[in-house]
């Protein structure tokens, strides 16, 4: 087999003629497993340089003849590497390289400094699946509905729409997600109520600087970022427990509390009704709760759980995103508080920024207003659900005494741990094995069980079920 160095462009764009850039020997090609195989071959190829962006790549009957495999191996590992962001196929023109693999350079000394700001991460070398928490999958974007869109926006848009607007957001905006938010979520709002934000993070900066108090308190286990997000600001978050129930209501002595009720992060369960009641009832008396409906989009196998905003509009500031469901760089959220907080947001929201950009809260719009989101949203659903079912089943099989929790929505899952060892230890072990995953003990702010979090949107279902393969060997040392 030829084997060639450095990146292979076809003649002007066309299609490569052969697939010696594979490097791969017909000859020791596995009984099973044959999509795998080729698949990591064109990761490898891509990540090398061998196969550069904007290279066709041949044929799905020619390679397929060349390596002696059938056409269909052939076309599911292309398929793979559009699912991953590689590659794209469009009618005519074949299928195409676009980038390179995420690679991890070493941090600098800047890069590392921020990033001792959020999680102690182990080291990155080696890590070839990632399966952090949170992060989604980047690939589904809907860059053909979102460009639609912004082409008819163009058309309509006048010169003022461009200017300095009011700093809650475009009307067209919120008045569509007042809307969607009422029909998918149960939220009981006016366009006016809406607040448009640069995602959750920035909500509860806007909450933490508007607060009358000075402590919050938070889920634990929870989520460490948004509790990195109050004490910047200058609210200290303290710690009430989570079981089975979700949040234990009756462990409430502070005055506000931040909950994600629809998927508990990161254990997924869900604030089961006698706790909303109890949680509904402390917010009567006085309380505020900052309400994140974290991962409520992804469901999967139970019916949606109404926001609490519907049941106490007056009691509740809740705050989404479009980060999880289009990509986190779009930073696009909605904060809707009670009307007595919503002057002081307002000013904290034009001294940080004036405003969101109009361009992009116009697209997200009209994507609503079409039904091109709703759309979206129901592929992405099918396309988590795949990758849930494929880590779930390599983990039946790899680790078949796992005990994994939170699987029913979401990004993620949890798997409690059995034994002594501490969950760091157990991830750092996971890295040397090339796994990035996130130990349970990070999102703690008290001592509790030890457990590994999952994220799966991330990654194409044959990356999943090796990152279980791994893991086995891990827990079998």
Same mark, same amino acid.
């Given at each position: 087999m030829v084997r060639v160095e450095g990146p292979i462009h076809g003649d002007r764009g066309g299609p490569i003629s052969g697939s010696d850039f594979l490097q791969l020997r017909p000859e020791e090609a596995p009984a099973k497993g044959l999509t795998t195989w080729l698949a990591d071959g064109l990761r490898l190829a891509v990540s090398h340089g061998r196969l550069a962006p904007g290279t066709r790549l041949p044929a799905t009957r020619l390679l397929a003849s060349e390596l002696r495999i059938s056409r269909g191996v052939v076309v599911d590992a292309y398929q793979r590497l559009i699912d991953e962001g590689l590659a794209q196929a469009r009618t005519g023109a074949g299928t195409t390289i676009v980038a390179h693999p995420h690679v991890r350079d070493a941090p600098s000394d800047r890069r590392r400094s921020l990033d001792t700001l959020r999680l102690p991460l182990p080291p990155a070398d080696g890590i070839d699946v990632d399966l952090s928490p949170g992060?989604?999958?980047?690939a589904a974007f809907p860059r053909t509905a979102w460009l639609r869109a912004e082409r008819a926006v163009l058309d309509e848009i006048t010169a003022a729409d461009l200017g300095y607007g009011d700093?809650?957001?475009?009307? +067209?905006? +919120?008045?569509?997600?007042?809307?969607?938010?009422? +029909?998918?979520?149960?939220?009981?709002?006016?366009?006016?109520?809406?607040?448009?934000?640069?995602?959750?993070?920035?909500a509860l900066a806007l909450l933490a600087q508007t607060l009358e108090t000075r402590t919050v308190a938070v889920e634990d286990p929870g989520s460490r970022g948004a509790r990195d997000q109050l004490a910047h600001w200058g609210v200290r978050p303290e710690p009430v427990p989570v079981d089975a129930e979700g949040l234990v209501v009756d462990a409430l002595t502070q005055a506000a509390v931040v909950i994600t009720p629809a998927h508990q992060f990161p254990t997924g369960v869900v604030l089961g009704p006698a706790r909303r009641r109890a949680l509904l009832t402390w917010a009567a008396a006085g309380g505020t709760i900052i309400e994140d409906d974290y991962d409520a989009e992804h469901r999967y196998d139970r019916a949606p759980v109404a926001a609490l905003q519907g049941s106490a509009p007056d009691q509740v500031a809740y705050a989404g995103s479009v980060s999880k469901s289009l990509a986190p760089g779009m930073r696009l959220g909605w904060l809707i508080a009670p009307r007595r907080m919503q002057p002081a947001l307002l000013t904290a929201k034009h001294d940080s920024d004036l405003g969101n950009p109009a361009l992009p809260q116009l697209v997200l719009a009209r994507l609503l207003a079409t039904g091109d989101y709703e759309r979206h949203l129901r592929n992405v659903r099918n396309r988590q659900r795949r990758r849930r079912d494929a880590l779930l089943a390599a983990l039946r099989v790899h680790l078949p005494r796992a005990r994994v929790t939170g699987v029913a929505a979401g990004l993620h899952l949890l798997i409690m741990l059995d034994g002594d060892e501490p969950d760091t230890r157990t991830a750092e072990r996971a890295a040397k094995h090339g796994i990035l995953v996130h130990p349970l003990s990070w999102h703690r702010m008290t001592p509790g069980p030890p457990g590994l979090v999952l994220g799966y949107a991330a990654n194409p279902p044959d990356r999943l079920a090796e990152a279980a393969r791994r893991l086995g060997q891990v827990m079998a040392q």
């Amino acid at each position: 087999m030829v084997r060639v160095e450095g990146p292979i462009h076809g003649d002007r764009g066309g299609p490569i003629s052969g697939s010696d850039f594979l490097q791969l020997r017909p000859e020791e090609a596995p009984a099973k497993g044959l999509t795998t195989w080729l698949a990591d071959g064109l990761r490898l190829a891509v990540s090398h340089g061998r196969l550069a962006p904007g290279t066709r790549l041949p044929a799905t009957r020619l390679l397929a003849s060349e390596l002696r495999i059938s056409r269909g191996v052939v076309v599911d590992a292309y398929q793979r590497l559009i699912d991953e962001g590689l590659a794209q196929a469009r009618t005519g023109a074949g299928t195409t390289i676009v980038a390179h693999p995420h690679v991890r350079d070493a941090p600098s000394d800047r890069r590392r400094s921020l990033d001792t700001l959020r999680l102690p991460l182990p080291p990155a070398d080696g890590i070839d699946v990632d399966l952090s928490p949170g992060v989604p999958d980047l690939a589904a974007f809907p860059r053909t509905a979102w460009l639609r869109a912004e082409r008819a926006v163009l058309d309509e848009i006048t010169a003022a729409d461009l200017g300095y607007g009011d700093p809650g957001g475009t009307p +067209r905006l +919120r008045a569509e997600l007042a809307g969607w938010l009422a +029909r998918t979520r149960g939220v009981r709002a006016e366009p006016d109520d809406v607040i448009v934000v640069n995602g959750v993070a920035q909500a509860l900066a806007l909450l933490a600087q508007t607060l009358e108090t000075r402590t919050v308190a938070v889920e634990d286990p929870g989520s460490r970022g948004a509790r990195d997000q109050l004490a910047h600001w200058g609210v200290r978050p303290e710690p009430v427990p989570v079981d089975a129930e979700g949040l234990v209501v009756d462990a409430l002595t502070q005055a506000a509390v931040v909950i994600t009720p629809a998927h508990q992060f990161p254990t997924g369960v869900v604030l089961g009704p006698a706790r909303r009641r109890a949680l509904l009832t402390w917010a009567a008396a006085g309380g505020t709760i900052i309400e994140d409906d974290y991962d409520a989009e992804h469901r999967y196998d139970r019916a949606p759980v109404a926001a609490l905003q519907g049941s106490a509009p007056d009691q509740v500031a809740y705050a989404g995103s479009v980060s999880k469901s289009l990509a986190p760089g779009m930073r696009l959220g909605w904060l809707i508080a009670p009307r007595r907080m919503q002057p002081a947001l307002l000013t904290a929201k034009h001294d940080s920024d004036l405003g969101n950009p109009a361009l992009p809260q116009l697209v997200l719009a009209r994507l609503l207003a079409t039904g091109d989101y709703e759309r979206h949203l129901r592929n992405v659903r099918n396309r988590q659900r795949r990758r849930r079912d494929a880590l779930l089943a390599a983990l039946r099989v790899h680790l078949p005494r796992a005990r994994v929790t939170g699987v029913a929505a979401g990004l993620h899952l949890l798997i409690m741990l059995d034994g002594d060892e501490p969950d760091t230890r157990t991830a750092e072990r996971a890295a040397k094995h090339g796994i990035l995953v996130h130990p349970l003990s990070w999102h703690r702010m008290t001592p509790g069980p030890p457990g590994l979090v999952l994220g799966y949107a991330a990654n194409p279902p044959d990356r999943l079920a090796e990152a279980a393969r791994r893991l086995g060997q891990v827990m079998a040392q």
